[in-house]
């Protein structure tokens, strides 16, 4: 199979474009109430707190309502919350909810259902696991009141609250939130600015999104993720346009008023057109990952994991998806790209890969014996469809049983849960990205975790670099978490939980009648929008 990069593209871009068919399912995008969108990929869970995907966390964004929110500058500001205070020894956190808090059933948002949606999320994010080691008690005092109590203080409590690293802590009512948190809910209950429209919705082809008209907002102005989440459209519809060709040539004819992830090949050719406008969301770009099942031979031995650091070429990787190289940047440290956490702790690896003799080397002395390595490949998501083909192919080389599993990413994102052997359906490895903002929050960034089965995907587990996250949390001062990160940084690429492909920023398109849309990592919000 050939990488799915549109080199094909070079003689006959507009002839290709002018050809591809319409989307017959859009509204009119001239309706000025109305926002058609191609996100980044096909929605195919619901549970914002089941998955990490990034399409979950977004649906989730729409749907349902958060206690806290970070605003423009990254700071914590209260949402849900109306008034908050923290006793004198700095162990009891009391919460009150705001004025006008319903769910979209008509029942009230109480206590008692933040209380069980804070639990169930805890279960599956990092910063809420730690927290919730640090909790002694937590419970409704009355319908509009709720108490943290902490064995000891835990400074990152509201920070943790108000985190952008998926799952998000979305506030669901009870008995949704009181579901298992390695099940999937079925209900969309929220009381988030948006009510999904199961009527409307096509799974598959579009979800379709209504205005909550009793969502009552904050008074604040919006700033960030946080603020007045007013909504100025009656409907957001995500149109679900897996060929990016169709998905331009729509955006070009104004059937789609706003495009995710357009090819960068076609950059030039979108900055072009009069009624279309490019702009960065998330500046801090996003970082590619491969994730190792460590459960499973062969990579649950430690040698195999590191022979994935020398085998990688980030530069190819990168290349073959995004082409020009203003848009991307090998990276070598596993908190980000130039956060305040990144460093270069233990990276010799780095500057010896690609390393084809040492990386054969290294999956011999781990004992591999001919076993299946099985690559979970999205063909429907250029940057994981041609990381899995080149890494495949790069096992072959040094004489590794590799073998693709072709699949959409909605297929992966539910595969890639499952612990099991890979004859029982399991799989070896994936690859995704993730904000490199939120690579900069050891505590929060579940692809940081390794506490084993308790973790992300692959669970990776090393009680040393476990203790030292947990320290990370408690330190003061910027100094110290620096130093903190370099030892964590340290022992990681020894025992290897990921494997970094590089970091990337990728151009929203819009039609430029589109305003208002609010540019941070890991969500794209559609309050605020509006089209003139």
């Not at 949704?176 to 209950?189: G, R």
């Amino acid at each position: 199979m050939k990488l799915s990069r549109r080199t094909m593209l070079k003689a006959g871009a507009a002839a290709a474009l002018a050809a591809a068919p319409s989307v017959p399912q859009a509204k009119a995008a001239s309706n000025a109430k109305i926002m058609n969108a191609v996100m980044q990929g096909d929605l195919r869970s619901f549970d914002p707190i089941w998955t990490t995907a990034n399409i979950s966390a977004y649906y989730g964004a729409m749907v349902y309502d958060t206690l806290f929110s970070i605003d423009a500058n990254f700071k914590p500001q209260p949402e849900m919350v109306g008034k908050w205070g923290l006793s004198e020894d700095k162990r009891t956190y009391t919460f009150e909810l705001r004025d006008g808090l319903i769910w979209q059933d008509n029942m009230p948002v109480t206590a008692a259902d933040c209380v069980a949606s804070i639990r169930r999320w805890a279960v599956r994010n990092g910063g809420g696991q730690m927290m919730m080691e640090y909790a002694k008690d937590l419970s409704a005092k009355d319908d509009r009141i709720f108490v943290l109590a902490l064995k000891e203080p835990f400074g990152l409590t509201i920070p943790v609250l108000a985190a952008v690293n998926t799952p998000d802590c979305f506030m669901m009512p009870k008995k949704v939130a009181e579901t298992d948190p390695f099940q999937q809910i079925t209900s969309h209950i929220g009381s988030g600015p948006f009510v999904f429209n199961e009527k409307e919705t096509r799974p598959g082809s579009r979800y379709v999104f209504d205005k909550f008209t009793k969502y009552v907002p904050r008074v604040e102005a919006a700033s960030g993720l946080a603020g007045g989440k007013i909504v100025k459209l009656d409907q957001v519809v995500w149109q679900n346009i897996a060929d990016d060709e169709t998905a331009i040539a729509a955006l070009e004819s104004g059937e789609i008023d706003f495009f995710e992830l357009p090819p960068l090949d076609l950059l030039p050719q979108l900055a072009a057109h009069r009624a279309i406008k490019l702009r960065v969301l998330d500046r801090s770009g996003s970082i590619g990952m491969m994730r190792l099942n460590c459960l499973h031979p062969p990579f649950s031995n430690m040698l195999a994991r590191q022979a994935m650091l020398y085998l990688i070429n980030q530069g190819d990787i990168l290349k073959a998806t995004f082409g020009n190289p203003k848009y991307y940047n090998k990276i070598d440290s596993m908190f980000g790209y130039r956060t305040p956490m990144s460093n270069d702790a233990n990276t010799a690896w780095f500057k010896a890969a690609s390393d084809f003799a040492k990386a054969k080397q290294l999956f011999k002395e781990s004992g591999y014996n001919g076993e299946k390595v099985i690559i979970l490949q999205a063909t429907d998501f250029d940057f994981m469809n041609n990381s899995a083909q080149l890494i495949a192919g790069w096992l072959k080389e040094i004489g590794v049983n590799a073998e693709l599993a072709a699949m959409t990413w909605g297929e992966v994102v539910t595969r890639r849960a499952s612990m099991a052997p890979d004859d029982k359906g399991g799989w070896d490895i994936f690859t995704t990205y993730g904000s490199s903002f939120g690579l900069g929050d050891l505590v929060s960034a579940v692809s940081l975790q390794a506490n084993g089965k308790k973790g992300w995907f692959g669970w990776p587990k090393n009680a040393e670099y476990e203790g030292l996250r947990k320290k990370w949390a408690v330190v003061s001062t910027l100094a110290e978490r620096q130093a903190i990160a370099r030892q964590m940084q340290a022992l990681a690429w020894n025992f290897v939980p990921m494997v970094l492909l590089g970091q990337w920023v990728s151009p929203a398109a819009m039609r430029s009648n589109v305003h208002g849309l609010i540019g941070m990592p890991d969500i794209i919000p559609f309050w605020n929008v509006y089209k003139s």
